[in-house]
Every structure is written in C-alpha cells, then in structure tokens.
C-alpha cells in the first residue's frame, strides 16, 4: 500500500483544506462505485471534519454539470439529472437505461419493499415461482446481494438490495422510496396489491 502524507502539516491550513477536497475529490471521480466514508477519511487527515469537507465540495462543484450525493454510508459523484438526455445521446444509449424488463423491475421493487425476502416469499408476492436467473440478473447488475438466512426450516437465501441500487435509482438510503400510497395514487400500484412493506 502507498503511504500517502494525510496530514499535510506543512501547508497552510487553508491550502490543506483545500488539497483534501481534491483528494477526495479525486477518489469520488475515479470510482465506478460509492465510496464509503471510512475509505474518504484514509485520503484526509485525523482531525479533518469529513462533512465540512464533503459539504464544501458540493458548494464547489454547485455550477458544474455533476454533483456530489451521498448514497447510504456512502458518497458519489453523479451527472445532474438536467444532463441526462445529453449524455444519452453522446454515448448512443438511447433509452436503455439500466437494462432490467418490466418484469425484472416489478421483481427488483418487491425486493425493495419486502426485503429481505426469500423466492418463495417473491413467489407468493407474484402468484408464481420467480426464477434464479432473474435474481441472477439483478445481482450480476449489483442491484441486489443476499440477505440474511431466514429463519426457517432450511434456512433459505433472502435478497436485499444494494448501495448500487441506490445509486442507480438516485436515492440516498431506503427511506427515500416512493410512499405505497403515492405509487397507488399514480396508478403504478394496484389498490389491493401486495406491494407494501
């Protein structure tokens, strides 16, 4: 492992202020992931406010077309939405968003809702069996992982979904999922559905 100078006591405190916000920084863009917040304070020293930090990058970057989010225990750099369609159309993507059929999104939502829950527990949300190869799909994409065993004979797999999940879906930790009833309200969700937590 490298061994990186954290405390940078030989800069004036402003100018070591600001070389942590271009380390973490720096980490942030170089990520296909989010970085959890004890990795960001490996770049900053001890007695760095990691939130003074984190919230003086986000006043830095408000004009730029990215953002820094936190994404659970964790935080990112994301394209502002206002550039969505701009990027689509640069990298050809069309549409595709993140690749998922109907059915594999209304199986993802269920996990979102219900988790952690089991096959069986998706089978008796959807009327039928829901195969390892859209759970497959869901997990190759790091949408879900496993969960706990649940606590029963055999003790089966469940599946929770994952910081990736957030990520992809913009939200910052579960709480921010639509509100069932608002989900009803816009027709998205059957009155008598079983989707709710």
Not at 107 to 113: G, N
Not at 157 to 175: H, N, Q
């Amino acid at each position: 492992m490298d061994m990186i100078d954290r405390e940078l006591a030989e800069l004036p405190r402003e100018l070591r202020w600001r070389e942590w916000m271009r380390r973490i920084e720096a980490v942030l863009f170089a990520s296909p992931r989010p970085v959890l917040r004890a990795d960001l304070a490996r770049v900053v020293g001890q007695g760095a406010a990691l939130d003074l930090l984190l919230d003086d990058l986000a006043a830095e970057l408000a004009d730029r077309p990215y953002e820094i989010v936190r994404v659970g225990d964790a935080w990112m750099l994301r394209t502002r939405p206002a550039y969505g369609a701009v990027i689509r159309v640069a990298a050809n993507v069309g549409d595709r968003e993140i690749g998922l059929s109907e059915r594999d999104l209304a199986v993802l939502a269920a996990i979102a809702y219900h988790q952690p829950i089991t096959r069986d527990g998706l089978a008796e949300i959807f009327g039928r069996e829901i195969s390892r190869d859209l759970i497959g799909r869901l997990a190759a994409r790091e949408l879900i992982a496993p969960g706990p065993r649940a606590p029963r004979r055999g003790a089966p797999y469940t599946y929770v979904t994952t910081p990736g999940f957030l990520a992809v879906f913009g939200l910052r930790d579960l709480r921010d999922l639509p509100d069932v009833e608002a989900l009803r309200d816009a027709g998205l969700a059957g009155r008598h559905s079983n989707f709710a937590r």
